[in-house]
């Protein structure tokens, strides 16, 4: 294996952390491979929706969030693989 330095903001560190040992990773280190591994066998998972989970969660976290049934998500969900008509 190779080492790599990754710089991450400390809030975001905090919940990285939270994370894996929820998920009971056995660490840090293999959370963050299986992360980027999924990353690489799903490169159709954009950027842009990563960023819009962040953002949908913290939403969620401040109260400021909107929760979805699941047929509301599956509706929204067929609509998206439809090209949203």
Known sequence: MTTITLKVPEAFLDDLDATWR?????????????????AVKHPAFSRSGWKDIATSEH??????????????IKTRLSEGADGGE
Do not use: C, M
């Open 22 to 38: 929820a998920e009971d990773f056995p660490s840090r280190s293999e959370f963050i491979r299986w992360a980027l591994r999924d």
């Open 59 to 72: 939403q969620l976290r401040t109260g400021d969030g909107e929760t979805y049934s699941s047929d509301e």
